[in-house]
């Protein structure tokens, strides 16, 4: 149903990455399956280095299973993604088959070129990646806006500092309190 799709943008992924389809060369032939938590996607590693349909309904080479709590990590990109696959089958197929999908990344500046030249496009990405830019540093200081503001003003939280005070203002006083029980018990006993 939409494994020829997410195949589709895999390889146009790998065409832009001469790096990844050499690490998959060697594992031409081998047979890999992702389970995602809406099915599952078998496909064949090339003699290119790309990937396609898998026809064999054998047991694949490589099981990588992607549970859903994964899918809450995408918003850290592939490394988040990564760290909650569970890999089954050939270790040296899987550890370049994860390589690749952890640092695999979309050139859009490269696609952009085709459709409308090079100079336009360089300066659409540039646009593009300076309004994200924008945006990253809108959030980040609407955030700190609002830790002061909680902390400072509408004083709601605490600051970590204070925070620390306390932590440490606490453990003194707990262990002048057991010095004080001590010192209370070694007197009544001398009674």
């Not at 590693?45 to 992607?66: E, F, K, R, S």
């Not at 990109?77 to 979309?106: N, Q, Y």
């Not at 990405?125 to 700190?144: I, N, P």
Request: glycine content about 6%; overall charge negative; charged content about 25%.
């Amino acid at each position: 149903m939409w494994t020829p799709a997410l195949l589709a943008a895999l390889n146009h992924l790998l065409y832009q990455s001469e790096w990844a389809r050499r690490l998959l060369r060697p594992h031409a032939g081998q047979h890999a399956r992702i389970a995602l938590p809406l099915g599952a996607v078998d496909f064949v590693v090339a003699d290119d280095g790309q990937v396609a349909d898998c026809a064999t309904t054998g047991a694949p080479n490589l099981i990588l299973t992607v549970p859903a709590a994964a899918l809450g990590a995408a918003a850290n990109g592939m490394e988040g993604v990564m760290r909650h696959v569970r890999i089954e089958g050939s270790a040296e197929f899987g550890e370049a088959l994860g390589l690749v999908l952890r640092h695999l990344r979309w050139d859009a500046e490269e696609d952009l070129t085709r459709l409308v030249g090079d100079i336009p496009a360089h300066r659409l990405a540039q646009t593009v990646r300076s309004v994200a830019r924008w945006h990253a540093d809108a959030a980040q200081r609407l955030g700190e806006n609002l830790r002061d503001y909680l902390v400072v003003e509408q004083p709601t939280l605490v600051a970590q500092p204070a925070l620390e005070d306390l932590l440490q203002e606490a453990t003194t006083l707990r262990d002048d309190l057991a010095r004080l029980e001590k010192r209370i018990a070694r007197l009544e006993s001398r009674r």
